[in-house]
Every structure is written in structure tokens, then in C-alpha cells.
């Protein structure tokens, strides 16, 4: 049996070909890391964290506050806060209810901040947020997938080079066995999110049809690369018993083509491949696509509008969606802000995920943070975001001064800056399509919420129907890589291994 | 509701292009297809069909009779020969108990024989035997996981152009939904045939370990196209409560590497990837290589020694693998063969899926076979059979006798002569990597058996411990293509929708 502080041990050439043989049966790359996180943490705040970007999805004057130096400058920002001014004018929302699939990444913060010195083989710290999706989350499947690959390769004992593998493991504390390795069930909750919302629409309030269905409006599918992300979940409502008719649609011509709204507004689904003319009622509008700017020319505002428009749940709403920009998180860091939303002991338990955020406008912060990101040695410690979705938009360290001179300073107003967070790093290989590597890796947990929530209307408090931790990821990359974006390339899905 | 004289209906280009993209996401090309076959004869028929195979297994006379045409000229029927022999000379097979997972298969035979007339929407028939397959009987999981795709596709109703999706398919008997498409369980019920020979070996014999396992011996693993076939059972023996421990080892040089004898034979596997010196005993060695002659060179023929000679329950036996060969399915339609071997009812009901077959030696009736063989018009109605495995290898009517005349008469006697089954043919659409087609298209049924038998021994029958239904596959090519084979190109796997 080997101890902890030889991981990852020694492979021979035969363990990494027949490693290398199994996971790529599984189709899917990944990396096996041990870290020693109380991430139990933050799955217990993911339930407040819901909570407090419902309410702020309902208090549209504190949005409006928070985002509107972005509405000179953000195309994306522009765009969302139009549509939503044009659906108050043409008579304002009419259903109460939304529904959300929320994730809020995390790292760990090295407490002792010496991250030159060896790799550790248990990471100590305390985990930090990176930053709080609201829109879209990806990954959910593909975590839930790795976790179950990675618990049948410790089933089948690929991993331990020094111990026969073992049916039962129950004497293996230190080994990479099931029993270390957390279940996931990200699919199966997120579906049952879905189906909630779902439920709570009702039966169909048009007269044309007595059939209600989900509809995931997607990214463009022919060239869609996220399918086996988004597909097990539409696969998983069907799987509900009863089964929740779920289809797909390409948000913007066909969303103009293939629905319509009634005079009361019910959102009609008329699927292109069916002569006859009876649509479908759709109950839930679960948003994967709309998250990137060029989506929204004409076609894109005149989808997004009547989506909004319906009276179907949308997950999320839109205010919820402009809740993702990092303009609000920044907010959400000013003195007082959280006790806006929260309770005082809810509010210091989110506030000790922060790490210092500063926005880069003319404010007296402003004129702080572009201090510290135009010194190339003050800019070492932080990183430059935009309000963009995805990776690939951030600027690290001191690339950030470069940056902002090719830059004019009327746009810097559209980034916050953000305090890096050091990361312990652990030793351990990683698997991609160039191959296998070892080296130091970080790792970034997501801990996914699932929400449903009826509006206060008139600035009352909106109230919570359903509030749930939905499942996690957990994410690992190099350490010298600064971006984790599976989808680009830079990091690769992971099973943590409780020790 | 359209009828079935419809079938299939004319698809808008929208419905094709959204059924090709939901099918793509389901990773594997497939057809639908509409059949009217009794085909619970041949699900009957089956566990005859194992005990058959299970009793010529036994009989080693009788199979060296059927075969010792072939040993002359068939390097594939040498080499198993030759293993057979030498185990005995070195004392003899030492495990009692032999496992089985075998295929039938079947085409409809159209009782009006008019093939060129328009495709029937519902063709009727009989079904006759094309082959029966005793040795790593390929297909199970492909056609488990289309049959559950073609179910998924249509519980989401995107087959059913003329009528919304419905829930609940009680009342739609013309439909394609889910109740119309019958379940597969081919991944489990072959697990579970492989778990019970698992249980039969019972604890290790050998002092040396605590542990067993089951073998999957493959073709070298870095270049299998066959993973998606293999791995879900090898995943399914994990999923057993209590887990069947499984692994994988290639067929040749790693077989010898990774694998012992014990002076008792118990089998012993070594991980290449355990630095640890304590093996794994064998239980089962169940084959998915061996098959073609080019893999019998010297480390081949040492490589199944080896297995043959160990006390694992081998998957199939050597005797049974050799009953796989064309000129065994041919010896058994001789006159009185059949009541060799089974009840003269049970040899009766196996008779009647027979079609007329020749051999092409210089017997009576191999003479009478050439005639037929070298007459382009009698030829017509033939296919000619080599003993190989898989597809690819038949020659079709008209072409016969000019691929005879291309071969010395000499090895004339490693083929068979089987009369062609004339198969009615349905009006649909196939998917492949080329595309979608419509035109007519047939099918062939695979019915999978699973048993466990144990010799009798000196000359008495043996003792059938399990035989059991498995599982079926459903296999469908264009109408003009002659091989049915999938991994070839030529076929697609296929659910029947029964009316």
C-alpha cells in the first residue's frame, strides 16, 4: 500500500498504455488528482448563493446600478438591457415563476502563500470564488460522466500500482478506490430541476393543445460541439416517469420560424418535422445558447423577445442572465451590498468565499485599480476580466498593462479587476488529445445550484419555491496554464479523491 | 395516423435533417425498418439450438468426420486441430465445465418467391438459418444500444411526421413508439451468462491468490474497432452485485507474458500495470479473439495452448469454436445427423429453419454441388461459404463459377454450398457514414444463446447446467448489397417494429 506522500506513484510503460487504453475507451480526457479541500463548505453555500442571485434577479434598480457603465461600452450588456425595456413596454412579463441552473466556481486559496516551494500531495486552504455563473452553465454532464469514469477505473484497479485490486474497499483509505471517489449525480438533478419547473407551469393554458414540453434553445446543432454536455439532460427528462416531452431549437431564425406566441401569450412549439398543425405548449425554456454578443443581431433581439415574452419559465430569467455579468459580482463586494439581499450570517458566509474586486471605471475604486493593473509589478497579483461568458477573455499578471494601453480608457470601464488567487498546487498527470503529461495542477471546483422562485412583484422579496444543490465539477489544469476552459483546450474534467 | 401501406411516409427535408442530427447524437448509424416475422419460433428455438451445439461439442468423432475435409487445405481448421491434439497428448483438458455465448442467424424466407415485385410493406415469410456462430459472437451491445436509441427516437416522436409526439402510445398500434419496438437486454443477459460461469469455477484453486477474475481475451486492444461491443459487457461484470473483477488481455505475445500455468493449470493472470507479484486467477476465459488464421503463427498456437490447457471455463471450448465452421452447419442437415443429437421433435423443429447445402468435396453430393457451382445459371440461386468468420468472404450466385475456376479444384472442398434464402424486401431508409438512402432493404435476425454445460466424458452426452435465451440483433442492408456485415460496411444495425 502506498502512502499519500508518493502520489502519484511511479507508472511503468504497460500501467500508462493500459491506463491510456481505458481512458480513451471511455472517450473522454481527464486527469486524477488528490486534494484535501472542505469543499463540504461550499456545497452547504450554494443554496444561499441561490438565494441571493434570485433576489438580485429581481431587484432590477440594483442591477441597472451595477451594470449600467457596461451599457456604453458592452455590446452584450446593450443588448439584454434593450430587450428587457422593450418587454416592460409591450406589457411586461407575464409569468411570476423562473427557474435557475446556477454554478459558482471555486479555488483554493494557499494559506501559506509560498506557491514556488514543492508540490504538496494535500493541498490545505480555503476556497475562494472565481466567479458565479447564471447562465448556460456547462459541464454539469460532462463532470457527472468523468466521476463515473473515473470510479469504474478505481473499480477495476487500474490506478494502484502497488496493491492488487480489490472487491471490497474497505480496508483502502489510501488507495483510489470507489469509496474515495465522491458520486455525482449532476444529470439526474438537473433534469429533476428542469422537471420541477416544469411541473409548476401546469397543464396548458391555450386552447390549441393539450401537450406541454421543455424546450432547450441551443447554439446552432449541426455544428454544435456541446451535445454530450447538453443531451443527457434532454435524455434525462424524457427518463422521468412520467417522461417530460423535451426538444431541441436553434435560437434565432428557426426560434422565429418554429414558435409562436398566442394573444395570451402561451409560447407555441411547432416542430418542423410534423405535417400536422398542432403545436406544442412549451412550460420551460432551459437557455443554452444567447450568451455571446454576436448572437444578438436583429434575428437574435427578435428571438430572445419573444422568449421573454411567453409565459413560459425561462431558466433563467433575463435579469437573472444579466446577474452573470462580472460587474455584479464585483458589486456584490461593496461594503453593505450583501446585507441588502441576505441576513447578516448568510452574508458573511458568502462574503468569506470573496477575494478583493475592483472595478476599472473613473470611481475613487477605479482610479485604484488602474493603479495597480498599470504597474507591471502591482499587476503580477491580479487578473483582468471582462464581463464576457467562457474562457479565453481574461488577461493574467503583468500582461494586463500591455493590455490596457492597447486599449482606449474610455472601454477599461467594461473589466473588473480581480485579485489572483494562489492555488496550492498537487503533482499529477493530466490526459488530453496531445497526450499525457505530469507536472504541478490546480483545480477549480464548481458547485452547481438549482432554483425556482416567484417574483415579489412591486420591490417585495421574491419567494423561494425550490432551492437545491444541484452537483459539482471540478476542473484541473497545469500549473503554468492561467485559463481552465475545458472547451478550449486548457483544462480537463476530474474527480477529486477524498483522503 | 398514417397506415402501414404508407410506410415509410415522405419525409420533409426539415424531419430528415433533424432525425440525422438526432441520430448522429446517438453516435451510431442505424435504419428502421418494418417486419411482420413470427420471430418467436427462432426465440424458442434457441435453447435447442445450445443444446445442439452443446452436444456436438462434446462429440469429438463426429466433429473430426464433419471436418477432416478441411484439414488438408483450411489453416484455420489445422491450427485449432493441431492445439486440440497437443492439449491432449499433455493430459488432457482439465476443467468439466465448458460456457457458451453463440449466435443464429436468420433471414425471412419469402414463401412467393416473386423478388421483384414492389416492396411489401409488411413482408411474410419463414425464417431459414443463414449461419450459427459459436465463437466471439460479435453485436450484442451494438444492438442493445440501437434498439434503445430507436426507442428513445421514438418516445420523442420524431418518426411520426403526421402526428404529434403522444405520451402515452396505448392507442397508437400503427405508431412507431416505444411499445411497438420490443427491449433489448443483450449487454446484461451476456454478462450475466459469463457471471454464472464465474460462479461455477467457484473459489481459486490455486494457493497463490484470493482472487478471481474473468478474462476477455481481445485482439490487440490498441487498434480494436471493437471497443463499443466489448467494453459495455466487460462494464456490465462490474456492475454485478458482488462485482465480477474483469479484464482485458491481448490475444499473442501478451497472452504468454501476462499469464501462468500452475502445475495444478489454474491460470494465472499478472497485471502488466501491478508492480506487485500477486496474480489474479482466471475463472473464465471468455474469447473475442482467435478467429482468423493469420493470428495462429507459433505465439499464436503457444498463446491458446496455454488457455486450453489452464482450468479456466473457456468461452467458448476448443471443440465448440470448431463447430462454428461452415462444413458443421452442412454436416447437420445430413439425413439422420440431427437425431444424433437431439429428441426427434426438438431435431424437427431445428430441421424446418434448414435450407439445402452441399459440400464442394468429391463425395456424391459435393459432385452434385459442382454442377450447380460452375453453371452460371444454376449458380444463380447459390452462395458459396468459405469456413471463415465474418463477413466478406462469400461469393453470390452468378460470380461462383468464375471464383471457382480461379482456384485450384484441390481446395474446392473448404467451401459449402448453400442454397440463397430469397428474401422479401421492405421499403426504407438506411443510415451510414455515406449518408441516408431509401430503397429496399432485408434483413437478418441474430438470436443470442447463452448456456454452461458440463462433459459427460468417455463418449456419455453432456450435462446442460444453464441454456438460456440471451438476446437478439437485427441487422439491415440495401436490397442489391450481398454482405450483411456491419463492421464491413455492408449492414446496419437495426430494430424491427412489431404490428
Known amino acids: 500500500m502506498h502512502s499519500i506522500a508518493q502520489y502519484p ?8 498504455l493500459s491506463l491510456s487504453i481505458q ?11 488528490i486534494k484535501d479541500i472542505n469543499t463540504q463548505t461550499a456545497l452547504e453555500l450554494q443554496s444561499i448563493y441561490n438565494e441571493l442571485y434570485c433576489a438580485v434577479a429581481e431587484d432590477e434598480q440594483w442591477i441597472l446600478s451595477a451594470i449600467e457603465d457596461l451599457l456604453p461600452i458592452d455590446p452584450l450588456a446593450v443588448a439584454l438591457w434593450k430587450i428587457h425595456q422593450e418587454v416592460k413596454q409591450l406589457g411586461g412579463y407575464v409569468q411570476p415563476i423562473s427557474a435557475g441552473i446556477f454554478r459558482s466556481d471555486y479555488m483554493l486559496q494557499d494559506e501559506n502563500t509560498d506557491t514556488n516551494g ?41 490506478y494502484n500500482a502497488n496493491s492488487t485490486p480489490s472487491e471490497d474497499d474497505t480496508d483502502s483509505s489510501q488507495l483510489i478506490v470507489p469509496s474515495n471517489l465522491p458520486r ?5 438533478t438537473l433534469a429533476a430541476g428542469l422537471a420541477s419547473a416544469h411541473a409548476a407551469y401546469g ?19 449541426v455544428f454544435n460541439f456541446n451535445v454530450a454536455d447538453e443531451r443527457p439532460i434532454e435524455y434525462a427528462l424524457w427518463d422521468q416517469d412520467p417522461p417530460v416531452p423535451t426538444y431541441r431549437l436553434n435560437f434565432g431564425d428557426d426560434t422565429l420560424e418554429d414558435t409562436s ?39 437574435g433581439i427578435r428571438a430572445r423577445l419573444r422568449l421573454e415574452r411567453s409565459r413560459a419559465i425561462k431558466c433563467p430569467s433575463l435579469l437573472a442572465h444579466i446577474a452573470t455579468f462580472k460587474k455584479v459580482q464585483y458589486a456584490l463586494t461593496r461594503p453593505g451590498t450583501l446585507e441588502h439581499f441576505l441576513t447578516p450570517e448568510k452574508a458573511a458566509a458568502v462574503r468569506a468565499t470573496f477575494v478583493p474586486m475592483y472595478p476599472m471605471d473613473e470611481s475613487p475604486a477605479g482610479q485604484e485599480a488602474r493603479k495597480l493593473a498599470t504597474d507591471p509589478v502591482l499587476a503580477e497579483d491580479y487578473v483582468l476580466k471582462p464581463s464576457l461568458e467562457g474562457g ?44 499525457m503529461n505530469s507536472g504541478g495542477v490546480i483545480s477549480e471546483l464548481g458547485v452547481f445550484g438549482s432554483c425556482l422562485w416567484r417574483t415579489g412583484g412591486d420591490g417585495r422579496p421574491c419567494e423561494m419555491l425550490e432551492n437545491s444543490l444541484a452537483g459539482w465539477s471540478f476542473k484541473t489544469k497545469h500549473q503554468y ?6 472547451v478550449k483546450g486548457y483544462g480537463c474534467f476530474d474527480t477529486p479523491l477524498l483522503v
Chains 1, 2 share one sequence.
Open 9 to 16: 506513484p511511479p507508472l511503468s510503460e504497460d500501467h500508462l
Open 23 to 33: 481512458i480513451q475507451d471511455w472517450l473522454l480526457n481527464h486527469g486524477s488528482l
Open 118 to 158: 514543492e508540490p504538496s500531495s494535500i493541498p490545505h486552504g480555503s476556497l475562494k470564488q472565481v466567479e458565479f455563473n447564471t447562465f448556460s452553465c456547462a459541464g454539469a454532464s460532462h463532470a457527472n460522466k468523468i466521476v463515473d469514469m473515473h470510479r469504474h477505473l478505481a473499480r477495476a484497479g487500474v
Open 184 to 188: 455525482n449525480r449532476n444529470i439526474e
Open 203 to 221: 397543464p396548458p393554458k391555450s386552447k390549441v393543445t393539450s401537450k406541454t414540453a421543455v424546450l432547450i434553445v441551443i447554439q446552432d446543432q
Open 261 to 299: 406566441l398566442t394573444a395570451t401569450g402561451e409560447l407555441l412549439f411547432h416542430p418542423p418535422w410534423l405535417n400536422s398543425t398542432t403545436p406544442i405548449e412549451i412550460s420551460v425554456v432551459y437557455m443554452r445558447a444567447g450568451y455571446e454578443a454576436h448572437e444578438y443581431d436583429k434575428v
Open 392 to 435: 479565453g477573455h481574461n488577461v493574467y499578471g503583468d500582461a494586463i498593462p500591455d493590455f490596457l494601453a492597447s486599449q482606449p480608457p474610455s472601454k477599461w470601464g467594461a473589466y473588473i479587476l480581480m485579485k489572483r488567487i494562489p492555488s496550492p498546487f498537487a503533482a499529477n498527470m493530466l490526459m488530453s488529445s496531445v497526450g
Open 481 to 486: 496554464t492561467e485559463e481552465i476552459s475545458v
